[in-house]
Nanobody
Framework: QVQLVESGGGLVQAGGSLRLSCAAS????????MGWYRQAPGKPRELAAL???????NYKDSVKGRFIISQDNAKNTVYLQMNSLKPEDTAVYYC????????WGQGTQVTVSS
């Protein structure tokens, strides 16, 4: 079984930045897209950013231009660089493999204060 371990969440002021990391215990990037999902209290989980094995990326409209998803195949790690953070970005962020596998990270809390 592959585990996804997330890190990098925290409390930041509006306008600040955070970089989330998701380290996979095995090389699964060749057979999956990797996504960052988020879930705010009382709201459904939503896809914030996705990166395919081809490195093609896709973003939720509200984070376009502010978030950047990337992957380092050598390190089996996916990143989410979050810039110009807004209070509405506050959520638990989850790493997820999409495709051949179906793994979820434990989630990391991101809180953006106004």
């Amino acid at each position: 079984q592959v585990q996804l371990v997330e890190s990098g969440g925290g409390l930041v002021q509006a306008g600040g930045s955070l970089r989330l990391s998701c380290a996979a215990s095995g090389n699964i990037f060749s057979r999956n897209a990797m996504g960052w999902y988020r879930q705010a209290p009382g709201k459904p989980r939503e896809l914030a950013a996705l990166i395919a094995a081809t490195a093609v990326t896709n973003y939720k409209d509200s984070v376009k231009g502010r978030f950047i998803i990337s992957q380092d195949n050598a390190k089996n790690t996916v990143y989410l660089q979050m810039n110009s953070l807004k209070p509405e970005d506050t959520a638990v962020y989850y790493c997820h493999s999409v495709g051949f596998d179906n793994y979820w990270g434990q989630g990391t809390q991101v809180t953006v204060s106004s």
